[in-house]
């Protein structure tokens, strides 16, 4: 916790190194919050000042659990007295452990580990290649990937992409979301895969109409084309189940994962049905699935079955969006969503909101430009998400 010794002066000179620091040495990629954060509890972070916000960014759908849940933080501390890193040219326990429970909630057959969200997307594709012999993706507007080049070259978005070409995949089509006959279409000979979000969360929280990913399940099957799900920001019950697949009823050939995965560690991973695998040699990393990462995720994912986080996404999800819905204000769109991953669209771009929100203890993210995308840890209250409403109804 804060120091309450330390004076006001003392905490602004803080805050302005740190600030200088930044601009000074990193490369300015991000726009940031003039926020510094220190610490994290639940659903709650805390600023260097001490003041307290209620969080619903979650480190952009990461923190599902909340922020240092005791269970993760135990597991970390203790794995790392043991082992923290070793090659994959030998086994651990802990990694074989890992994937078995991963297998166990995915429902597919095998995983490979990484580092990131967009790591698994590379991996993907890459075994979507190795595995038909074909070269093409076909990807959906508004989609996002991940940022290395191969995840690029699927990733909708031209400010994202447009700096950066010739893609890896040039024969990448782009197509609407939720529309069935374009990826009839767009599929052809050279065809590896569809890649999917079964919700776009970059994009705007966009849910594909009911029937979607079920008609481009039997599009993949008529075409030999492998169907990639990227579950990087759906997964692991932001969605109100384990994968956000299970709601639409459609199983992938391969699916992403990363974000929520390693507890607020960084960790990627596929996992791909029978059939769908690796040679050896054909992929590696260094990091993928290390002691501590993998312990970190193993006390994730018993926290969220032991306090059935995934009921309470579902719950506190439609909570939220009735609440949210019923906000007296004429500027709101549609307020859309599954569990705890929620869009409110507004008619004009929503950076002001956030700061507003930001200002009166809240953290939202505004996607999209008129999208606030509302991702809070699962283990969010019902009166921290009244808090929320409150402060956007006054926004
Ligand atoms: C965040 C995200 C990625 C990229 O993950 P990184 O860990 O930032 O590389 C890929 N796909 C989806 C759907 C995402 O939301």
Redesign the pocket.
């Known amino acids: 916790m804060i120091d309450k010794t330390i004076n006001s002066g003392d905490l602004q000179a803080r805050y302005n190194s740190t600030v200088e620091k930044d601009s000074k040495y990193v490369m300015q990629t991000y726009g940031r919050q003039p926020l510094v954060i220190s610490e994290g509890r639940g659903a709650v972070v805390q600023d260097i000042y001490g003041k307290e916000y209620i969080d619903c960014v979650a480190g952009?759908a990461v923190n599902n659990i909340g922020y240092c849940h005791p269970t993760v933080v135990k597991a970390i501390q203790a794995q790392a007295e043991k082992l923290i890193h070793v090659s994959n040219l030998y086994y651990t326990e802990i990694q074989a452990e890992l994937a078995e429970a991963l297998v166990s909630v995915t429902g597919m057959e095998r995983i490979f580990f990484c580092n990131?969200?967009?790591?698994s997307?590379e991996a993907a594709m890459k075994l979507a290649r190795v595995a038909t012999g074909k070269s093409a993706f076909v990807a959906a507007e508004h989609s996002?990937?991940?940022?290395t080049i191969g995840?690029l070259s699927v990733t909708h978005k031209s400010m994202y992409r447009d700096p950066f070409m010739p893609p890896v995949s040039s024969e990448t089509k782009f197509v609407p979301y939720s529309d069935a006959d374009a990826i009839r279409k767009a599929v052809s000979e050279d065809c590896a895969a569809v890649i999917l979000?079964p919700i776009q969360?970059?994009g705007g929280v966009n849910i594909p109409d009911t029937g979607y990913l079920k008609e481009v399940r039997e599009i993949c099957d008529e075409t030999g084309t492998l169907l990639i799900f990227?579950e990087?920001?759906t997964g692991f019950g932001r969605t109100g189940t384990w994968f956000c697949k299970e709601h639409f009823g459609v199983e992938p050939d391969i699916m992403?994962m990363?974000?929520a995965l390693g507890g607020g560690l960084p960790m990627?991973a596929i996992a791909a049905r029978s059939g769908f695998s690796f040679g050896r040699g054909q992929h590696a990393s260094t990091y993928g699935g290390g002691p501590l990462v993998c312990a970190a995720a193993l006390a994730s994912i018993q926290a969220i079955k032991e306090e059935k986080l995934l009921e309470r996404s579902k719950e506190m999800g439609a909570y939220f969006m009735k609440k949210l819905s019923g906000m007296k204000r004429d500027d709101v769109v549609e307020v859309r969503g599954k569990g705890l991953m929620i869009g409110v669209e507004i008619k004009y771009p929503c950076g002001k909101l956030v700061d507003f929100a930001r200002e009166h203890g809240a953290l939202v993210n505004c996607t999209s430009d008129t999208v606030l995308r509302l991702v809070p840890p699962l283990v969010i209250t019902k009166e921290q998400v009244d808090t929320v409403v409150d402060v956007l109804e006054q926004a």
């Open positions: 952009i990131s969200g967009a790591e997307v996002f990937h991940g940022r995840a979000e969360g970059e990227d990087v920001q992403t990363a974000k990627g």
